[in-house]
């Protein structure tokens, strides 16, 4: 194995250096380092990210922590869950930022591998998911689950971690992927997490990152209205005119289009036209060049 270190300006090569957290670049040193933390008898978390990371990712690591004895966070920004037209391009990067509040966490290891190394010249394989992947983000980014399911296949492949940690705030994707974890009988435990949110309840985003000083202060009125909504609705409000509403309110903060504002089943991801059972509330719409996500339970009163 060779770990390395984040290429900086005092180490541009990223050589490992006492005290830094271990960069793994290659499928061989990741396994190489599993192998040995299995050797010691420890159990293994995976936190997949594409990086850019923030306080929401942080506490996928603590938790992490909470269910293994070590932790590998992979960062990747992965080509194939983006459309040609969409942010693969200028979603943010900083590598050698990511490493430091990683070991600030308490993770263990960095798997940072190239896109060359997770997709060889010659790569020719596709995984499509039905159910949960169909609709909400999946009509809106027909490209996105496919991607995220062959690239988080490749990664449980990779690591074969006991446990792997995912925010609900990608509450879809949580979905999809326990998903095709059981239908692919992946041996890994797939656990969510809470979203994490600002101090007036944006839900954190690498993302944000595209918001200018004015559409930031208008932006937590997504996830208010939302949690408006979740409670009128667990009161026994009409699903309709509360999904209108969450319609209404975030175009007069000043949201441009809205992708969708719709109610599913917390666990299938189905439509529902009325709350009997645990729901979830999930929009995505877009404020300036951001297009933000957001989710709540509706858990039914009673
Ligand atoms: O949620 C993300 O950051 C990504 O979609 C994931 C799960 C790391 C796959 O690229």
Redesign the pocket.
């Known amino acids: 194995m060779t770990p390395t270190a984040a290429p900086s300006s005092s180490n541009p090569t990223g050589t490992l250096s006492a005290g830094t957290l271990p960069i793994l670049r290659t499928v061989e040193d990741l396994r190489s380092q599993v192998a040995a933390w299995r050797r010691e008898g420890l159990t293994v978390a995976l936190v997949?990210?594409?990086g850019a990371l923030h306080d929401g990712h942080l506490g996928l690591i603590r938790r992490g922590r909470e269910l293994a004895d070590r932790v590998v966070a992979?960062v990747?920004v992965?080509p194939t869950?983006f459309a040609p037209h969409e942010d693969f391009d200028r979603y943010p990067r900083d590598e050698g930022g990511d490493a430091a509040k990683l070991a600030s966490a308490g993770c263990h290891a960095l798997y940072a591998p190239t896109v060359r190394a997770m997709y060889p010249q010659g790569f020719a394989t596709a995984i499509s998911v039905g159910g949960p992947a169909e609709g909400l983000c999946g009509t809106f980014r027909p490209q996105m689950f496919g991607?995220?399911a062959l690239?988080?296949t490749k990664l449980f492949l990779q690591a074969l971690p006991d446990v792997a940690v995912?925010?609900e705030k990608?509450y879809q994707?949580l979905m999809v992927?326990r998903r095709f974890t059981r239908d692919l009988d992946i041996p890994v435990r797939v656990e969510g997490l809470p979203t994490v949110r600002e101090a007036d309840g944006l839900a954190m985003s690498s993302r944000n990152a595209y918001l200018s000083a004015d559409e930031r202060a208008r932006a937590p009125e997504l996830n208010r209205a939302l949690t408006a909504a979740a409670a009128a609705l667990a009161g026994g409000a009409e699903v309709d005119g509360a999904l209108t509403g969450i319609r209404g309110r975030i175009a007069e903060a000043g949201f441009g289009t809205i992708d969708y504002v719709e109610l599913r089943d917390a666990e299938t991801l189905e439509p529902v036209s009325a709350v009997t059972r645990p729901a979830r509330l999930l929009a995505a719409a877009w404020m300036g060049k951001a297009r933000l996500i957001d989710n709540v339970p509706v858990i039914p009163a009673g």
Do not use: E, K, L, R
Request: charged fraction near 5%; aromatic fraction near 12%; glycine fraction near 12%.
């Open positions: 997949p990210t594409m992979s990747f992965n869950q991607g995220v690239v988080v995912f925010g990608d994707q992927i």
